[in-house]
């Protein structure tokens, strides 16, 4: 199953959360988790690291495959946006992500689980707090 790593606990990982380290290994361990991100979290990860960051980032997001962003995923994630901006403020990063899930299919791992109310997307939390 393609199994997509939200921003949030990729930066948790590179910060050294050990809940995160501990999930991430679960999952490359776990041969039914194909790994992805999707394109704009990588470039979240990517845009705001520091030179002296860049060679553990980068060797770090090569663990993961990097699904594309299409106009097709483009389309789906403003349905998505409309819908769901106003009652649970999702931002455009997040309905992108959704959108390439619905579209494409596998789940999202996440510890900002509000950040995905799209009944048909499967969301798991990183971990409890």
Known sequence: MKVFIDSDILIWHLRGETRAKSLIKH?????????????IQRAEIVFFMRENEQTLTMDFLSLFKT???????????????????????????????????????????????????????????????
């Not at 999952?27 to 394109?39: F, H, N, Q, T, V």
């Not at 509000?114 to 997307?121: E, Q």
Request: net charge negative.
């Open 27 to 39: 999952l490359i361990e776990d041969k039914a988790s194909d790994l992805y991100i999707g394109a």
């Open 67 to 129: 699904h594309p962003v299409n106009q097709f995923i483009v389309d789906q994630a403003g349905r998505f946006f409309r819908k769901w901006h106003p009652s649970h403020g999702i931002d455009p990063n997040d309905a992108i992500l959704a959108a390439t899930v619905a579209l494409y299919g596998g789940c999202i791992y996440t510890q900002n689980i509000s950040h995905y109310p799209m009944p048909d997307i499967i969301v798991h939390r990183g971990w409890n707090d």
